[in-house]
């Protein structure tokens, strides 16, 4: 499974940007899909994430963007997104994509994570 991020940029304080991570391969389930964010010399954090399958898309967002930041899937895509608005400074950071998927002739499910994709926000 690859995972393709796009969508990262510069931004000024109080604006808005969309990621999308679109995953690839020969693909036979998705769970969750999320948003980790990582700032230098700093560990990968949860930003949001999403549920699939039987969950019903339930959400959960870290409390520092509560309120401010969207995630929704497209499963036909096997896409999922994150709409970020009223962004901050401390909004910055790489933000990595995650899934738990299935690959066609394999019966577990593994974790698996984008490339990165940089946000960064002036004030």
């Known amino acids: 499974v690859q995972l393709v991020e796009s969508g990262g940029g510069l931004v000024q304080a109080g604006g808005s940007l969309r990621l999308s991570c679109a995953a690839s391969?020969?693909?036979?389930?998705?769970?969750?899909m999320a948003w980790y964010r990582q700032d230098p010399g700093k560990q990968r954090e949860l930003v949001a994430i999403?549920?699939?399958?039987?969950?019903?898309?339930?959400?959960n967002y870290a409390d520092s963007v509560k309120g401010r930041f969207t995630i929704s899937r497209d499963n036909t895509k096997n896409t999922v997104y994150l709409q970020m608005s009223s962004l901050k400074p401390e909004d910055a950071g790489v933000y990595y994509c995650?899934?738990?998927?299935?690959?066609?002739?394999?019966?577990?499910?593994?974790?698996?994570w984008g490339q990165g994709t940089q946000v960064t926000v002036s004030s």
């Open positions: 999403i549920s699939g399958g039987g969950g019903g898309g339930s959400t």
């Open positions: 391969g020969l693909i036979t389930g998705i769970n969750t």
């Open positions: 995650h899934c738990n998927a299935r690959e066609f002739g394999n019966s577990e499910y593994k974790d698996y």
